[in-house]
């Protein structure tokens, strides 16, 4: 009978549970097994009075029964009546020194008196008592949180959740595990279980509104900050939340007040200390940034977190030395947090440093941290291993990309694409720098397309009468299709003394050259129709400085070639340099380099296709402006100056010599290659047959 009650009251049915327990005290008011069982029943309802006295009374009956010690420790813990708690905790493991839950209740009580060595023994113990303890899981998974671990929170907590599936609690503290790896949506899974045990939960409900506001949705937590805040619980989080919406929100100052506030209730709060540096940084404040984090630092040092956030903004400011020894410090406090030196790899990496970020990279190995894998793969191919960069990349679980800048994930698959590459494994190869156009996006610009009949209408709008009262000087257009090496033409003649090269054209205010294009271009153009352009497009460069023209690089991603006509009468003089590579090499260099202006290539027939239109409206270009055309391979190889010296004379230039820009763009990021060398597109023939039987088809191409 009592067996059968016990699995009612297992399975959640406590109305059937209670009746019949009370049915079996009403038999034998003194069984004491019974008065437990009805006791914790009522507990679970909330009925802690009732709950107190039945568990007393069975104490009273069965003073050797130490579950009923350990219930008390329970009840009292769960009122944060710690002495209380620690005396019925130790009063079980007296009678019973093989309880493994006293030991865990007796780490939770020294957890929340900030005793976290002592709570890690305790733990230790229960979990030798029962491995699948899950109160010492749970509490080694947040000491390990307080420490910086969280690869090892993750998998004790982790371990926990899966154990109690409907304990609160438990799976708050994973779901807080899971926020630190941004890993949102097992986050919010874990926190919609606790509050569909527990709604009122204030801790799950401000890590729920937490997980909104990442997630864009800020409509729907506001309601929850201000809840929390009406109620006076989670204040200082909820004034962090609120910190987080406004900083969304681009309401700067309103956020740092808020930060401000949480650290007011709760001065020790790292993340709102670190929050609140990261926008002063962002608002030109960096000093103050350091001044006051480093105080935050030596006043609360427990935070890792902090430490991390000081050295990188120490590193931003090229103050090395101070950082280093920022780093240096909290690796001593914290010597086992493998994702500390994780982060310090990749700031040392950011720096420039190369070589000691590698090395850092290799001891922090077991860091989970998509960016560390990507970084520790590109020394692999930078050693000539590219299996183990392969190995690397392909142990990151992907779902860490989820709800994070595009631009890691593109990397990755980067990275494994050139490590497939290099093991000749070219149809994996290709995947994979598929799957980083894919997370590229972005539509490809529109061309039409250029016929006997429209080329005849430009020449003719070409012809007609220059801008009379042109300037002295003219622009030299810089144009080359993705997978060129335009930028490192770019890159070289930005070197050159005196010249400058304009880059911003996707964020500058557009003119007639880069916007989309206007029909009344197309029509016969008068005098006041061309200083009108010619003003528009010289003013943002006379914004820029006492520049003169004719020194002036305009760098045009995407030519079109209707604009021709228009740039030779308003900007007389103007000249075209035209970087271009072997069609299929442009072809494969775009799909695994990408292309700097971000456009992504839907799938390569479509992009062959879209390069033979591009390539037809700079050979439209090319008959109406004076031009000339360049190999980048050729034009930067080391020893030939031919190529140099004729585009030297095309623009008016004595000595065209690469300098530092010109060779930093011939190497990518860590030193690895920013192109393929010419003619390795053959090893991808078979790969992508139709493509490059599209960009060898001598038939005129068609706008789609």
């Known amino acids: 009978m009592l067996e059968d009650l016990v699995q009612l009251h297992r399975a959640g049915r ?34 802690l009075p009732e ?116 304990d609160p609690l438990i799976q708050t503290g994973y779901a807080q595990a899971m926020l630190d790896q941004d890993m949102l949506d097992f986050a919010a899974k874990a926190l919609d279980n606790a509050l569909t045990v527990k709604p009122d939960y204030p801790l799950a409900q401000v890590l729920r509104a937490d997980v909104h506001v990442r ?47 949480a650290l007011r209730i709760q001065p020790g709060l790292h993340s709102a200390a670190v929050r609140r540096a990261d926008l002063l940084a962002r608002t030109k404040r960096i000093d103050q940034a350091i001044d006051d984090l480093r105080w935050h630092v030596a006043s609360y040092p427990e935070g890792v977190r902090a430490h991390a956030a000081l050295a990188r903004l120490l590193m931003r400011l090229g103050r090395h030395d101070e950082a280093v020894s920022v780093w240096t410090g ?116 529109d061309l039409p397309s250029v016929d006997e009949s429209t080329s005849t209408e430009l020449h003719r709008l070409a012809d007609a009468p220059d801008f009379a009262e042109a300037r002295d000087g003219a622009p030299v257009f810089l144009c080359g299709l993705p997978g060129s090496g335009v930028g490192q033409v770019a890159a070289l003649l930005a070197d050159q003394p005196g010249w400058f090269v304009r880059r911003e054209r996707f964020e500058a205010v557009p003119d007639f050259v880069n916007a989309p294009f206007d029909p009344r271009l197309g029509q016969p153009l008068g005098q006041a129709d061309l200083a009108m352009l010619a003003r528009r497009y010289r003013r943002p460069l006379e914004r820029a400085g006492n520049i003169d023209m004719s020194r002036v690089v305009d760098w045009i991603p995407v030519l079109d070639a209707r604009v021709a006509p228009v740039i030779k009468r308003a900007l007389p003089g103007a000249r075209l340099v035209i970087v271009q590579r072997e069609p299929h090499d442009m072809l494969l260099d775009w799909l695994g380099f990408g292309w700097s202006e971000g456009f992504s290539m839907p799938d390569p027939l479509t992009g062959a296709r879209w390069l033979r239109l591009a390539a037809t409206h700079i050979v439209q270009a090319a008959e109406i402006l004076p031009s000339f055309r360049v190999d980048p391979d050729a034009l930067l190889a080391a020893g030939d100056s031919d190529m140099r010296m004729r585009l030297g004379v095309f623009l008016g230039l004595a000595d065209l010599q690469p300098g530092p820009m010109a060779r930093g763009a011939r190497k990518g990021r860590g030193g690895l290659p920013v192109s393929f060398v010419p003619g390795h597109s053959s090893h991808y023939r078979e790969v992508f047959s139709e493509a490059f039987a599209t960009l060898d088809d001598p038939e005129p191409v068609t706008a789609p």
């Open 51 to 166: 709950a107190y006295r039945l568990v007393r009374r069975a104490t009273e009956l069965d003073p050797g029964n130490a579950a009923c010690q350990h219930t008390l420790g329970e009840m009292y813990l769960s009122e944060s009546r710690l002495d209380e708690a620690q005396q019925a905790y130790d009063q079980a493991r007296q009678l019973n020194p093989n309880l493994a839950a006293a030991h865990a209740g007796l780490g939770q009580v020294a957890l929340l008196r900030g005793d976290a060595e002592g709570a890690e023994s305790h733990f230790r113990v229960a979990l030798r008592a029962d491995e699948n303890d899950v109160q010492a899981l749970t509490g080694l998974g947040n000491i390990a949180q307080l420490r910086g671990d969280s690869p090892r929170a993750v998998q004790l907590l982790t371990q926990a959740a899966e154990l109690a599936p409907d």
């Open 330 to 445: 909290a690796e001593a406090r914290w010597p086992d947090d493998a994702d500390l030196k994780a982060q310090h790899a990749l700031a040392l990496d950011g720096a420039g440093r190369v070589d000691e970020a590698l090395a850092l990279a290799e001891v922090a190995a077991s860091s989970p941290r998509p960016a560390l894998a990507a970084l520790r793969a590109r020394g692999a191919l930078l050693a000539g291993d590219p299996a183990a960069a392969v190995q690397r990349l392909q142990r990151v679980d992907e779902r860490q990309f989820e709800g994070k800048p595009p631009l890691l994930a593109r990397r990755h698959q980067r990275l494994l694409g050139l490590a497939f590459d290099a093991l000749e494994q070219w149809p994996d190869a290709a995947e994979a720098f598929m799957r980083a156009q894919r997370v590229t996006g972005g539509r490809l610009p």
């Open 14 to 47: 406590l109305d059937e549970a209670e009746s019949g327990y009370r049915q079996l005290l009403a038999e034998n008011p003194d069984s004491a097994a019974v008065l437990h069982l009805l006791g914790i029943l009522r507990g679970q309802r909330g009925d």
């Open 215 to 261: 997630k864009g949705d800020i409509a729907a937590a506001l309601p929850i900050f201000e809840s929390l805040l009406a109620r006076g619980e989670q204040a200082a989080a909820a004034r962090v939340g609120l910190g987080d919406v406004a900083r969304t929100q681009g309401r700067i100052d309103e956020a740092i007040a808020q930060y401000d506030e």
